[in-house]
């Protein structure tokens, strides 16, 4: 039974998250539509990230187990036909190594936080940015970024419905750089918590708006508290952009 290896972008808000949920309409049941559409299976599609409600993805990874072989060309394009008049598409097919696996042999997952820094609020990015009017200091939030780079117990991070085992991550990278009228947030790392990202990113935009300093953001992470974080970033900003693996 051969296993393809998916590459994937959508538009998160018409969904309500990733993982498929009865009587809601969600990403892995419109991918799962559409694979039964095209060759009458009924399977669970496996992810590299489960993203929430109105997160977007521009490299989300899944794989697939299919009972015949089908060229990858076909399998993309039958995908995207069945797809067709949803936000979702699939980029790229290919057959997977043996022995991987979407979720499980990813070594990093890479995602990007876009802020809109403008008086006026988004007209064509609406539902695609968090719009913040008052001027953050890009500078400042990348100063103190640093602190949350490397090996740490992420319990103020963490949202308090996460089921993962541990609050211990590595955080490889943590950036923050000013991009004409947005300010763009990029991390990387094996694993995420539930809304790391977002409350990382919300905080850091406590420290961009002058109201946090550099040491107030270390001192939160330090407290390992999840009452010490800032303001969560919603969900529009959000995209999970690559998967790497071995």
Known sequence: MPRYKLTIEYDGGPYNGFQAQADQPTVQGSLERAIKAFCGQEIRVAAAGRTDTGVHATGQVIGIDLEKTWPAE?????????????????????????????????????????????????????????HIRDELDAQAMQAAAQAL???????????????????????????????????????????????????????????????????????????????RCGQVAPSDGLYLTGVSYE
């Not at 069945?82 to 990813?106: K, M, T």
């Open 149 to 227: 780079v490397g090996q740490h117990d992420f319990t103020t991070f963490r949202d308090a419905a996460c089921q993962a085992k541990s609050p211990v991550k590595t955080l490889d990278v943590a950036t923050v750089e000013r991009v004409g009228e947005e300010v763009v947030l990029v991390f990387e790392a094996r694993s995420f918590l539930h809304r790391q990202v977002r409350s990382m990113t919300g905080s850091l935009a406590e420290v961009g708006l002058g109201r946090w300093s550099a040491a107030d953001l270390r001192a939160a992470l330090e407290a390992a508290d999840r009452t």
């Open 74 to 130: 076909t399998v993309r394009n039958a995908l995207n036909a069945h797809l067709r008049g949803e936000p979702i598409v699939v980029l790229e097919a290919e057959v997977a190594p043996e022995g991987w696996h979407a979720r499980f042999s990813a070594t990093e997952r890479r995602y990007r936080y876009r802020i809109l820094n403008r008086h006026s609020p988004p007209g064509l990015e609406r539902g695609h940015v968090w």
